[in-house]
């Protein structure tokens, strides 16, 4: 079993920053393909992010390209999603997931095997 926490969300202004965290309570953690996702109310849960194990192989949403950036760092079992230039429409619950099965990122929500709690991001206009 394994269990991921995210924190970072809160309150921000259009044009502003946020980084999200996500910590996973497996030391094989190095082995996951990691990914962010988010759900607006009202919505299906959207692909935003995803990561290999190795960071070597990166996949973004559109709608986020060039202004988030998925990392991780295998020895603090971290996943990160650094967002700059939030917009309104960025507002979301956050989820990070954890797929052990392929070595490869996957944008599909049924790829991912474990997920954390969520963490809600608000952005103003």
């Known amino acids: 079993q394994v269990q991921l926490v995210e924190s970072g969300g809160g309150l921000v202004q259009a044009g502003g920053s946020l980084r999200l965290s996500c910590v996973a309570s497996?030391?094989?953690?190095?082995?996951?393909?990691m990914g962010w996702f988010r759900q607006a109310p009202g919505k299906e849960r959207e692909f935003v992010a995803a990561?290999?194990?190795?960071?070597?192989?990166?996949y973004y949403a559109d709608s986020v390209k060039e202004r988030f950036t998925i990392s991780r760092d295998n020895a603090k079992n971290t996943a990160s999603l650094q967002m700059n230039s939030l917009k309104p429409e960025d507002t979301a619950v956050y989820y990070c997931?954890?797929?052990?099965?392929?070595?490869?990122?996957?944008?599909?929500?049924?790829?991912?095997?474990?997920w954390g709690q969520g963490t809600q991001v608000t952005v103003s206009s």
């Open positions: 990561i290999s194990w190795s960071g070597g192989t990166i």
């Open positions: 497996k030391r094989t953690f190095s082995s996951y393909v």
């Open positions: 997931a954890a797929d052990f099965i392929r070595s490869q990122p996957s944008r599909a929500y049924g790829s991912y095997e474990y």
